[in-house]
Each structure stands twice: as C-alpha cells, then as structure tokens.
C-alpha cells in the first residue's frame, strides 16, 4: 500500500475542478455476528429468502460497542495506512444518523479520543446512506479553502441495531453496525466529478425522532412515535436503481468515461445488478460485500472501499465511483483516480 507523507506535499494549483487522493482508509464492524439462520430465530424468514433477495448471509450488531468506538477504530485503521501525524488533520466529518448523542457530535468525540488538533472543524452529516459521499465531497470543498492543513478525515459510523424493528421480518434482515474511515487530500493530477441530489420524502423510507415532551408550557401533549426505521421496498428499489444509474451516469460524462471500478452502497445486490444493466456496464466491476455486513447506511460505502483496498482490488492510478443512494431521499457519486 502507498503511504502518502506529509514531506511529499508540495504548494498546488487549487481549481474548481481539482481532484482527491484517498490517502488511507479503515473499518470497524462489533465482533457479534448474526447470520441469516439466526435471524430466522426471531421472525418467519430463512437464509434462502434473505440471500436470494438481498445477497446478505450475515450482519454484526453491537454489543458493548458505540458509534465512538467503532468509528474510532476505523479511523485509527486509515490514519496508519496515510502514515500521517495528526497535526495534518484540517477537518473530520462524521457521517451518521445512529449518533451517541444529540451534542457533542461523533465528530468531536472523535477529535478526542483520536487526539486531534483542537484548531479543527469538526462536525456530523446526517444523509442516511449517501453520508459517506456528502461528507467527502465537504471535506474535499473545505480542504480547497485551508492550504495550511493537508489532509481531512472522512468517518461513517453507524448502530442502526439501535433503530432496527426486530420483529418486522422485511427490514430487520438488512441491517447491521459498522464504520468506515477514509483520509484525504487534495491532488491536482487526480480526476473529479461530483453529482447529488435530494428528494425529500417521508414516506418511503424514515426513522422518526422521539423526544419526550417536558415542555411545562405546552397545551397539547403529542403522541411520541417509536423510533425505528420504516421502509417501502418496492418504492425504495425504484429510486436507488433510478437515481444510482442516474447519477453515475452523469458524473462519468463529466470525466470523460466510465471508470474501472464501482464501490456503491451495499442495499441489496438486486439493485446493483439493475443499475449495472440500465448503465450497460458489467457487474464484474461492481465491489459487493453485502454478504458479510448487510446495509450498514453512511458506513456501507467506507466499509466496502477498504476492503476493496486492503484486497487490492483496486490500485493506485485507477479510476472508480462511489455511489450511494438512500434516506433523504438523497444520493450521490463522485468519480476520482486512487
């Protein structure tokens, strides 16, 4: 694996269009895992229907770990492999809608249990799946404004065990907890394009916010709902194979091409093989690792990326897309050389 030192940085010509390079990247899953046949312990449901439906054969869920802890451990995982001090670290976003608190962020636990600089930003995005791409595509813009700091830590973390309905035998077999970390920098020899969107629903596909009513002041005390996750999966299969094909698309026009590796969101392996088939492109340069997480939302792609890595999968100088799509609704992608 390449380290990148910050020795080897050099002044740059910072333009709109000027690329990224993923200098490090990282993951951290609990150590619990949950297979299929455990799960049908719980609901009516068998590993043939979830794996011939979804690609999934096993989940991890916590059990003993945070949001903190797993984000950190992926974090310290891409901070080793960029062989970089922390003194570099101009920003760390995290990516979650599972955080420990509402205040601090992950963001600034983060900056303390990774004994970051204080003179950092530090902040969360809450975009569901597509955080992962919303956090970088922040990062890279806020690097572009700082050549003083260098590098950027990019972190997705997620427990959604915490908002899971176990009993409802359609959702709860896709989930599992994870975190992915990638350390970035900006690189003027690297290709970039970037495209987003937002569909606000919600509808298909939402976890609503419980907040206990101890207003002394309020005349109406509202019935507080449960906070899990809620999904209509005919819907959400018809926007995420519209809009991944869509947005890939789009950015691929812009670099002049398609590239040589796709890292997307780990939803379900039917709408990678959909979106493929709508792009022309073939599956062989579709990563998938779903068997081994499930849907594990911001996470999934930062997940998937350092495998990809760590399996040499991919190599430096090749080109790649991440996409992802999801709650919002919202979805993205970005096309960049590693």
Not at 103 to 121: D, F, R, Y
Not at 263 to 280: E, P
Not at 329 to 338: K, W
Request: charged content about 20%; hydrophobic content about 40%; aromatic content about 8%.
């Amino acid at each position: 694996m390449v380290q990148q030192h910050e020795s080897e940085e050099s002044h740059m010509n910072i333009t709109p269009n000027i690329g990224i390079r993923i200098c490090g990247t990282g993951s951290s899953v609990p150590a619990k895992t949950v297979t299929n046949d455990d799960m049908a312990t719980i609901v009516e449901t068998s590993d043939e229907w979830i794996s011939t439906r979804t690609g999934i054969r096993k989940r991890h869920f916590a059990d003993g770990e945070t949001n903190l802890s797993l984000g950190a451990e992926a974090a310290e995982r891409a901070l080793e492999m960029a062989g970089i001090s922390r003194e570099a670290i101009g920003a760390v976003i995290c990516a979650t809608i599972t955080p420990d608190h509402i205040v601090p962020s992950q963001a600034c636990l983060l900056q303390k249990k990774l004994g970051l600089p204080e003179q950092i930003l530090a902040f969360d995005i809450c975009a569901a799946c597509t955080g992962f791409l919303y956090s970088l595509h922040t990062a890279r813009s806020l690097l572009c404004t700082m050549p003083e700091k260098k590098y950027a830590l990019v972190v997705a973390s997620e427990l959604l065990s915490r908002v899971t309905n176990f009993a409802d035998r359609n959702t709860c077999v896709l989930f599992g907890d994870g975190a992915g970390a990638a350390v970035i920098a900006l690189d003027e020899n690297s290709r970039y394009a970037f495209d987003c969107g937002a569909q606000g629903d919600t509808e298909v596909l939402y976890c609503p916010k419980s907040y206990p009513n101890t207003n002394p002041f309020a005349e109406s005390q509202s019935e507080q709902p449960v906070q899990q996750v809620h999904m209509e999966g005919r819907a959400v299969y018809s926007f995420a194979v519209h809009a991944l094909s869509g947005c890939i698309s789009r950015v691929s026009e812009a670099a002049g091409g398609f590239p040589q590796h796709y890292v997307c969101h780990q939803a379900n392996a039917r709408i990678l093989q959909a979106a493929a088939k709508q792009l022309g492109e073939p599956m062989d340069k579709f990563f998938l690792d779903i068997a081994d997480y499930g849907n594990t939302s911001a996470a999934s792609i930062a997940i998937a990326l350092d495998d990809c890595v760590r399996s040499g999968g991919i190599q430096r100088g090749e080109s790649l897309i991440l996409a992802g799509f999801g709650g919002g609704l919202s979805y993205g992608a970005a096309y960049l050389t590693f």
